[in-house]
């Protein structure tokens, strides 16, 4: 079993349909997705329709929790609660009902699915570093949990002591907890613009990291004409 993990799409269809291209091209048979399948970019629909077609698993993110739900977008940074009212403004009450019916964190085989991180999932934290990843580990009970939200690859080991390993090919070692970040499809921000996802080779217990180019002149294309702020058709030029 080979699957295709990918987080942060970000209503970015180009990004997801490379992946998702390049995921078959790879042979993966099985797919997950880790949250905020919509927010900041122009294609929230389609890119909600695609996902949910593949009837895969898949975990809530915070930018599917407030299309879902009319939450108050007050204390949010201006440009992502502008891309929010916008978002929630192209999905229908359906869609936004299958947003918010979304769990929380899964287990699939005998990994973990989250978006941001074990301890308190909905606080929505950022885990950037080993001490963040030190509280997750006390709440993960499986070897393997995967999570996103950052829009930034990761790797925390927790062997005899939590480290950071760079985010490349990784052998899974039986002993070891491992808390991985996919990094983004739609919106990365690691200063690479190209699409990231993993490559989960369940059998060999490997992971791959994998970075995709995809037609972003169209993707900005289609944020300037849905009236979005320009600055999110910059960044993802720019992977910040
Ligand atoms: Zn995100």
């Known amino acids: 079993m080979k699957i295709a993990i990918f987080s942060d799409i970000h209503a970015n269809l180009e990004a997801l349909e490379a992946v998702l291209a390049d995921a078959e091209s790879q042979g993966c048979d099985s ?5 905020d399948v919509v927010g900041y970019n122009a294609d929230p629909a389609a890119c909600l329709e695609r996902v949910r077609a593949m009837g895969c698993p898949v975990v809530k993110g915070n930018h599917d929790q407030d299309c879902g739900h009319d939450t108050s977008l007050e204390m949010m940074n201006p ?11 192209q999905l229908n009450p359906e869609q936004r009902r299958w947003l918010a019916r979304l769990r929380m964190v899964r287990q699939v085989q005998d990994f973990t699915i989250v978006h941001s991180t074990l301890d308190q999932p909905d606080s929505w ?8 990843a030190m509280a997750n580990f006390s709440y993960q009970v499986t070897p393997v949990c995967f999570y996103g939200h950052t829009h930034v690859p990761r790797v925390f080991v927790r062997g005899s002591r939590v480290q950071e390993v760079p985010a490349e090919s990784i052998a899974l070692e039986p002993e070891s907890k491992y808390f991985i970040n996919t990094g983004a499809v739609g919106q990365p921000r690691d200063g690479d613009w190209r699409a990231s996802y993993c490559i989960y080779n369940y059998d060999a217990q490997m992971i791959n990291f994998r970075r995709i180019e995809y037609d972003i002149q169209t993707a900005q294309e289609k944020i300037r004409a849905a009236g979005l702020p320009e600055s999110l058709a910059e960044r993802i030029a720019e992977g910040r």
Request: include cysteine.
């Open 31 to 35: 797919y997950i997705c880790l949250g």
């Open 79 to 89: 440009i992502a609660a502008e891309a929010l009212r916008w978002t929630r403004a």
């Open 125 to 132: 934290n950022y885990v950037t570093n080993k001490f963040d």
